[in-house]
């Protein structure tokens, strides 16, 4: 267990290693006829380790819970590359039938392509200038540029 100032188990690591070792201590040190007085009542040594038992299987539930939860993901994962190449093929299945722009295909869950938006003037005008520049920067220099690939910087 961790070392704190607390008495107390503050993690569920702690609190899962704080059970095993109170079932060892009832175990050991409590003999079947003594009685412990627990929150006012009297309690026996196999009620005390049914208790501790039954909160210890809590524990092991979310460890097997767990395993069995990485165990399908890594089954899950090993489909991947086959389910995306039966979706992609799914989706050409589905277009040829009801066209790529069909919003059929959303019953099928998949999105229809939809037409590009229309730029606004400002856009436009950003996108010629942007145009201008890439062709004037091409032109402007017949030497290739460092950096690219087969040039040496």
């Given at each position: ?18 059970l095993r070792l109170l079932e060892q ?6 003999s079947t006829t ?120």
């Amino acid at each position: 267990m961790s070392k704190s100032t607390t008495i107390l188990p503050q993690t569920l690591g702690d609190t899962e290693e704080c059970l095993r070792l109170l079932e060892q201590g009832i175990e050991s040190e409590m003999s079947t006829t003594t009685h412990w007085t627990l929150a006012g009542e009297k309690v026996s040594k196999h009620d005390l380790l049914t208790r501790v038992r039954l909160y210890r299987k809590a524990f092991a539930h979310v460890h097997e819970a767990e395993k069995a939860f990485h165990e399908a993901t890594k089954g899950r994962d090993l489909l991947a590359p086959e389910l995306s190449d039966f979706l992609a093929d799914m989706l050409a299945t589905l277009v040829s039938q009801f066209g790529r722009k069909s919003q059929k295909l959303e019953d099928f869950g998949f999105r229809a392509r939809k037409d590009a938006r229309s730029l606004t003037a400002e856009q436009t005008a950003e996108k010629v200038v942007r145009a201008r520049r890439t062709r004037q920067g091409q032109t402007d220099s017949n030497t290739p540029k460092s950096g690219g690939p087969g040039v040496a910087a």
